[in-house]
């Protein structure tokens, strides 16, 4: 067989598995840090994935851009160094362990060596957590620029499976096929996912992805009809979840689908085409017609002006004091939940728990310190850089860099990666971005755009078809 062929034949394998990891993760990882037996089902898949790609492992490790390798190996081992135990005299030195030596004082075990992380279990759990998104990476970022679009479709294809889903569930009142207990008579449309900022991410996530895998330089009716259709259910998706988040951040599929359309040259239309969009059009416009008098719908643009009882910016306000008491250190991955309660202002009191920071970066200063901030700017700054870069370039890295910024800017009023099927999508993005660079020579350029329209050429490696090229390049 040649070698050409046993390397597509590689390629893509890898790719079906990590299609695979994808809808497992979907399947089994949407219920967050809660549901620890769905999310080991993903884990357990990752290992397995992992296990039998070993080399692609050792090739990603040694041969990806090393800004992107040093953050990985650094986000990898942070909770692994947060579980080494220390003896009294460091543990008990630290910042913000006073309540906890005083218990042990109490119980007499002040003696005992204690990991640096308070909460270890949790610790542990969040380093498990990684091991999908790490698979997701290693399998898909040396993958060629097809497999990679055809990886962006099963991105949407899963963003159709929770809104269908979740439209079975608004049916029978969230009483049937629902996969968590605490979605038991809900209003929104869950899906999967046992949050409605997660699932409405995911759906805006699809956006994205259905962005960037549209084509451009020749737009079928097929595609225009097709794309809208499912367009325009991820959008109806996404207001039935009733998340005020997602449907602000409905913003950046759109700014990315004009960014795209702007950035390279407008696509000749034939009369099939421009049919078709019209058609398209109408469709929008008369579904849009219909869901302004939905109660559904109604109800999901209320909550924009239920903001009295918004309790985020109370407890990013006592989450500010506890990184006070916790810096430069931290407390430990996981350990939110435990260490908060300390530093909640009485007068911040309700009747549940935070559990959360619902901001990621307050939550990751808290837990890790000065190293989780440095953490989180470098992927800033890297993701950033790259990610110009794929603006520039187009193709599947230009869907990467919109998914970067969905992820980033629900960040800042909740914990979407703290869910396994995000984390996932995380890891493939990040690979569908470095591959998008090229790795191997193949660079993902807009191959829709009038760049390639420019490139000239190439003539056969034959001697007399490079004559005759030549030959006509004089004659001009």
């Known amino acids: 067989m040649p070698k050409g062929r046993v390397a597509g034949f590689r390629a893509s394998s890898r790719a079906v598995q990590a299609g695979f990891l994808v809808l497992a993760a979907l399947l089994f990882g949407g219920g967050g840090s809660g549901a620890g037996l769905a999310n080991l089902v993903v884990q357990l898949v990752a290992l397995a994935l992992l296990a039998v790609n070993g080399s692609a492992v050792s090739a990603f ?52 060596w204690m990991p640096f992380s308070l909460e270890p279990n949790r610790t542990a759990i969040a380093f498990l957590s990684l091991i999908p998104a790490l698979a997701a990476l290693v399998l898909a970022w040396q993958l060629p620029r097809e497999d990679r679009r055809g990886l962006l479709m099963v991105v949407v294809a899963c963003g159709l ?6 439209a079975q569930q608004l049916a029978s009142g969230n009483r049937h096929l629902v ?9 929104d449309l869950q899906g999967t996912f046992a949050n409605r900022n997660t699932g409405g991410l995911m759906l805006n996530i699809a956006l994205v992805a259905l962005v960037g895998v549209f084509p451009l330089r020749q737009i079928r009716a097929i595609w225009t009809l097709g794309g809208m259709a499912t367009a325009v259910l991820l959008i109806v998706g996404v207001v039935l979840t009733r998340s005020r988040s997602s449907m602000t951040l409905l913003l950046v599929p759109a700014a990315l689908a004009l960014w795209r359309w702007l950035r390279w040259r407008r696509p000749a239309f034939n009369r099939r085409a421009a049919f078709a969009l019209a058609a398209a059009l109408v469709v929008v416009a008369g579904a849009a017609g219909v869901l302004a008098t939905n109660q559904r719908v109604q109800s999901a643009f209320g909550r924009f002006d239920a903001v009295e009882d918004e ?7 006592d989450t500010v004091v506890a990184i006070g008491r916790f810096m430069p250190v931290g407390s430990g991955i996981g350990s939110f939940d435990d260490v908060f309660q300390a530093d909640e202002a009485l007068e911040n009191l309700s009747y549940g728990r935070a559990q959360r920071a619902h901001d990621d970066f307050l939550e990751a200063a808290l837990e890790s310190g000065l190293v989780g901030i440095a953490l989180v700017l470098g992927w800033a700054f890297v993701l950033a850089r790259s990610g110009v870069q794929a603006l520039l370039r187009g193709g599947s890295g230009l869907a990467a860099v919109g998914i970067f910024a969905l992820i980033a800017l629900q960040s800042i009023t909740d914990y979407p990666l703290r869910s396994q099927t995000l984390l996932c999508l995380f890891g493939l993005m990040l690979a ?45």
């Open 61 to 112: 490790f040694r041969s990806a851009p090393r800004g992107f390798v040093v953050l990985i190996g650094m986000t990898l081992i942070l909770p692994l160094l947060q579980l080494v135990p220390l003896p009294p005299a460091i543990w008990q030195a630290l910042p913000g362990r006073e309540f906890a030596a005083q218990a042990l004082e109490v119980t007499g075990g002040a003696d005992v």
């Open 161 to 166: 499976v929770v809104v269908l889903l979740g």
């Open 179 to 187: 996969f968590y207990a605490e979605n038991l008579g809900s209003p």
């Open 311 to 317: 309790q985020r910016p109370l407890i990013w306000k």
């Open 432 to 476: 569908l971005l470095i591959g998008s660079q090229g790795p191997n020579g193949e660079a993902d350029g807009e191959e829709d755009g009038a760049r390639s329209a420019q490139r000239p050429r190439r003539t056969s490696g034959r001697p007399d078809a490079a004559r005759h090229s030549s030959t006509d390049l004089l004659k001009r």
